[in-house]
């Protein structure tokens, strides 16, 4: 056989769409092959036909009647280089923080498609780019860390909406997003949090707020991603303490890992009430406990 007649047969018999391995569930699949197909037949009104993940998560955006009623919003990205999304984003039902480094503005375009309804924030907090484990927010309040700049202060309270309350918190713990978790009605804090914080988390966030462990560990923040649907704790959590949690929070919590089998779950997951992002390496598998853990529901 020669070059010319290889080269045509292998032609022949090459898919003419090839979907990635970035899907993460079946239907995602399809939908990725619907859209290829569509943006083929449609070139002139969609621009290039590169599928790229980001490239797919915008087009699904905008072509976002595919099985809305379904559809589960559960997505692989990343930052820069890096899979450990919770460092560096912070996300609620009202907002999404995503630190102010030119690595991240794919995934800020990405994003604001994604998230129509609420601002998409850039910012550092005290000149840190790990704004994820340094504040934490609801839809009703955003607490960041004394350190926090005069500059940065204004520049959030400037962007976010003004339903949302912005407040300092000075504590010996300053890493405010490993040492305390919640949705829009109650927080886990760390059990050697100061009375003070506990009060100012509790009227900034409007929250119940109690102190517990989660796996023997105190940095409940670290451990476990929430929304008002449900959470994602560390995988090492026993069945006996997921139903105490649970019980005491009022939510379905499920135990798992992210990122290939990263227990410290909230260093590559954010969420909230409808969508969640985890880092790249997340598992098929992992996405599974995400979406039943999280329950994520179209807006």
């Keep these: 056989m ?37 943006t083929k037949e449609h070139k ?63 995934f800020c375009k990405v994003a604001q498609d994604d998230l129509p309804n609420i601002p998409v924030v850039k910012t550092s907090l005290a000149g840190c780019r790990v704004i994820g484990r340094m504040c934490v927010g609801n839809k009703n309040g955003l607490i960041v860390p004394e350190t926090t700049s005069d500059i940065e202060l204004q520049h959030l309270k400037r962007e976010l909406p003004d339903s949302v309350e912005v407040r300092t918190l000075e504590d010996r713990l300053s890493a405010l997003g490993n040492v305390i978790v919640c949705n829009d009605h109650v927080a886990l804090v760390h059990p050697d949090l100061n009375k003070e914080s506990e009060e100012i988390v509790a009227d900034t966030l409007k929250v119940e707020v109690f102190r517990h462990l989660i796996a023997n560990n105190s ?5 476990c991603v929430m929304n008002n649907n449900g959470g994602l704790v560390h995988i090492d959590a026993s069945k006996t303490e997921l139903e105490d949690l649970s019980s005491l929070l009022q939510l379905q919590l499920i135990a798992g890992t992210v990122n290939g089998g990263n227990k410290t779950v909230a260093s590559g ?27 994520l529901k179209i807006n």
């Excluded at 979907?19 to 619907?34: I, M, Q, V």
């Excluded at 980001?54 to 009647?65: D, I, K, L, N």
């Excluded at 940095?219 to 451990?223: A, D, E, K, P, T």
Aim: proline share 1%; aromatic share 10%; net charge negative.
């Design 269 to 295: 997951l954010v969420a909230n009430d409808c969508i969640a992002y985890a880092g790249m390496k997340t598992t098929g598998k992992e996405f599974a406990s995400i979406e039943t853990a999280l329950q």
């Design 44 to 106: 002139n009104e969609c621009g290039d036909t590169d599928l790229s993940a980001q490239a797919f998560r915008t087009r699904r955006a905008r072509h976002g009647y595919i099985w809305e009623d379904k559809w589960t919003q559960a997505l692989r990205t990343s930052i820069g280089n890096s899979d450990d999304v919770g460092a560096f984003l912070n996300l609620t039902n009202s907002y999404l923080l995503v630190c102010d480094e030119e690595e991240s503005d794919n």
């Design 219 to 223: 940095l409940v923040g670290s451990y």
């Design 2 to 38: 020669s070059v010319e007649q290889s080269g045509k047969l292998k032609q022949q018999t090459e898919p003419e769409v090839v979907a990635t391995r970035n899907y993460t569930s079946l239907r995602e699949k399809d939908s990725w092959w619907y859209i290829a197909r569509y």
